[in-house]
């Protein structure tokens, strides 16, 4: 089993920039990678954007490309997300999750959090 807590998010200004941490607990050793997903408001949720545990190889979504970073700290196993420019659409809750290794799909899922841009 793998815990994950997401923290950090808030209202920010159209252009501001906000972080978001998600702490992973658990049996952290048999995670393959970390992913960021949104969803807002009668939309379908989204990959934002994934890091590989080990490897930290990073892919993002076309609409946060040069906006947003992922990044991992080993030494407290929290996966951040920093999130620069934000725009009014990135309105939508936050949610990290983990990929075990040998599996296709995002197994573990944290509880979310709200990120809201005011224009």
């Known amino acids: 089993q793998v815990q994950l807590v997401e923290s950090g998010g808030g209202l920010v200004q159209a252009g501001g920039s906000l972080r978001l941490s998600c702490a992973a607990s658990g049996r952290t050793s048999r995670v393959a990678d970390m992913g960021w997903f949104r969803q807002a408001p009668g939309k379908e949720r989204v990959l934002v954007g994934s890091i590989g545990w080990s490897e930290g190889n990073k892919a993002y979504a076309d609409f946060v490309k040069g906006r947003f970073t992922i990044s991992i700290v080993y030494a407290t196993n929290t996966v951040n997300l920093q999130m620069n420019s934000l725009k009014p659409e990135d309105t939508a809750v936050y949610y990290c999750?983990?990929?075990?290794?040998?599996?296709?799909?995002?197994?573990?899922w944290g509880q979310g959090t709200q990120v809201t841009v005011s224009s």
């Open positions: 999750a983990a990929r075990r290794l040998g599996l296709n799909e995002y197994e573990y």
